[in-house]
C-alpha cells in the first residue's frame, strides 16, 4: 500500500475520531444545556438543578476531558500509521 494511501486512512480516521468527539461536545452543550435544560432541572446533582449544572459547568468539564481524550486518540492513531515523534 502506498504512503498516499496510509495518509488518506490516517485523515479519514482521524475526521471519524472528531466526529464523534464533536458530536459529543454538541449534544452536552446545545442538547442539555439549553434545550433539554427544563427537563433536566427536574433531577438535581449535589443540590444543584442539573440542566443549570450543564450549562455554567458540566459542558466545560466535557469539553476538557473531550481534549485528552482526542490527544489520546490520536497519540495511538500516529503510532499505528508511524507519523509519531
Do not use: R, T
Request: glycine content about 8%; aromatic content about 20%; proline content about 0%.
Amino acid at each position: 500500500m502506498s504512503n498516499k494511501d496510509q495518509m488518506k486512512k490516517y485523515w479519514k480516521e482521524n475526521l471519524k475520531y472528531l466526529a464523534f468527539l464533536l458530536s459529543i461536545w454538541f449534544i452536552v452543550s446545545f442538547l442539555f444545556g439549553i434545550l433539554l435544560v427544563e427537563q433536566l432541572n427536574e433531577i438535581k446533582l449535589g443540590g444543584f438543578k442539573l440542566g443549570f449544572w450543564f450549562a455554567q459547568q458540566g459542558s466545560l468539564y466535557v469539553f476538557v476531558v473531550l481534549i485528552f481524550v482526542y490527544m489520546k486518540l490520536m497519540n495511538k492513531l500516529d503510532k499505528k500509521y508511524g507519523v509519531d515523534e
